[in-house]
């Protein structure tokens, strides 16, 4: 059976071209090895290929780059989403980024209703699908009473019902008895 799990991020000062273009980098993969990929990206020894949003200005060569900012808030929203995955009883070492949803988001007002762009603001929401673990059920096993422990058990309730020396009565006469009582008051 398989399960969805996802992991949220609002407001985040990170590009959004640049975020779309490390999501299709690791869509499709498993979670450590695309932390792994983007950390390589950090250390800039792997590049991110810029498909959607490919221009460099001036610059030639391959449309590709390595967007730091983005890569550590898209590393730290894919350790989350595994967190979230064993939270929900999932195989977190076989969760695959299935789709995310990117969008921009509103920026902040200041005195008096004033809108300024101070940085940008993207929404990201990342999708995992995975296996359900399925847990074994827990058997519960009954302990086997000889006929002569049962005996046994029944004698020593016998000998403490005695000792009190009072018959208990059922539990629907003496709540009646009660409610007879205080209705009369």
Do not use: C, W
Request: glycine letters at 8%; aromatic letters at 6%.
């Amino acid at each position: 059976m398989l399960s969805k799990v996802s992991a949220t991020r609002n407001s985040m000062l990170v590009s959004l071209k640049a975020t779309h273009e490390i999501m299709e980098a690791v869509r499709e993969k498993r979670i450590d090895p695309a932390v792994a990929f983007l950390g390589r990206v950090l250390k800039k020894e792997a590049f991110v290929p810029f498909k959607r949003y490919p221009s460099k200005g001036h610059k030639g060569g391959v449309p590709a780059g390595y967007p730091v900012k983005a890569t550590k808030a898209v590393i730290s929203l894919l350790k989350e989403l595994k967190a979230n995955a064993k939270a929900y009883g999932l195989d977190a070492d076989k969760v695959v980024i299935s789709e995310y949803a990117l969008g921009k988001s509103g920026y902040p007002r200041y005195h008096g209703g004033k809108v300024s762009r101070r940085g940008k603001h993207t929404n990201l929401t990342v999708f995992g699908v995975s296996e359900k673990i399925e847990k074994p059920a827990e058997i519960p096993v009954a302990k086997t009473e000889t006929k002569e422990e049962s005996q046994e058990v029944a004698a020593t309730a016998i000998e403490a019902a005695g000792e009190t020396g009072a018959e208990e009565k059922p539990a629907e006469e003496t709540n009646e008895n009660v409610t007879k009582e205080a209705n009369r008051q």
